[in-house]
């Protein structure tokens, strides 16, 4: 099992332009979450998606849109890149129902000059 | 609304001393409370997690947490800190009512002193 797995590793963009995060897992799980990470600010919830075909703001949605393509898969798109978007941007999974573990992926680092 | 408070942004041990890494937290209703580590340029990892089976809780790489609800903490220790220690770590709260969301705290970055 490769886990959650996300690309791209590295990016940046200029303002205004977009970019689709990819973000994939191969547990089964129902749930996916997408974070951001910010120095002093913890992780915060941007979106998650229970389930294949419904999605969720949570606490930091502004700018940001997400698709569950499918059990497996939950990108987030920046239509208009903003340099407050600058962040290290994290996907994860759970099973739901199941107070376990998230599974989190090795992050996307973005960068918006 | 449930939130954590990580005491603490810095904390510096030395090598073979006791690690203590303090997180309170504040729930309406019972809560499910986690511990996990960050490596530099990783993801994060579940170190444990309390779910209201045992009050102290034993996780991997020999680290421990005690809920402690009078005092609503969940402190992460550890009896002796190795240099491999040095990681970001971050407490997390859920509730027990099938919400799976977390709320992290702001993390404590945990510096090993040779």
């Known amino acids: 099992n490769a886990g959650v797995t996300q690309t791209p590793k590295f990016q940046v963009l200029k303002t205004g332009q977009s970019m689709t995060l990819q973000c994939a897992q191969d547990?089964?799980?129902?749930?996916m979450y997408w974070y951001r990470q910010d120095p002093g600010m913890g992780l915060r919830l941007i979106y998650y998606?229970?389930?294949?075909?419904?999605?969720d703001k949570g606490e930091v949605p502004n700018g940001y849109n997400v698709s569950r393509l499918n059990k497996r898969e939950f990108s987030l798109r920046l239509e208009s890149a903003a340099p407050s978007q600058t962040s290290v941007y994290f996907c994860?999974?759970?099973?739901?129902?199941?107070?376990?573990?998230?599974?989190f992926g090795p992050g996307t680092r973005l960068t918006v000059l | 609304a449930q939130s954590v408070t990580q005491l603490g942004s810095h904390v510096s041990v030395s090598e073979g001393a006791l690690v203590l890494l303090r997180c309170n937290y504040s729930?309406?209703?019972?809560?499910?409370l986690f511990w996990y580590v960050q490596y530099p340029n990783q993801g994060l990892q579940l170190l444990l997690k309390?779910?209201?089976?045992?009050?102290l809780v034993k996780g991997i790489n020999g680290f421990e947490a005690e809920f402690k609800k009078s005092e609503t903490s969940f402190h992460l220790t550890k009896p002796s800190a190795h240099m491999s220690d040095a990681a970001e770590y971050f407490c997390?709260?859920?509730?027990?009512?099938?919400?799976?969301?977390?709320?992290f705290g702001t993390g404590t970055r945990l510096t090993i002193i040779p």
């Open positions: 994860a999974s759970i099973n739901r129902g199941l107070v376990n573990e998230q599974f």
């Open positions: 309390y779910t209201s089976a045992a009050t």
């Open positions: 547990m089964n799980h129902n749930s």
């Open positions: 729930s309406s209703v019972p809560p499910y």
């Open positions: 998606s229970a389930s294949e075909g419904t999605t």
């Open positions: 997390a709260v859920s509730d027990n009512f099938g919400n799976e969301k977390l709320t």
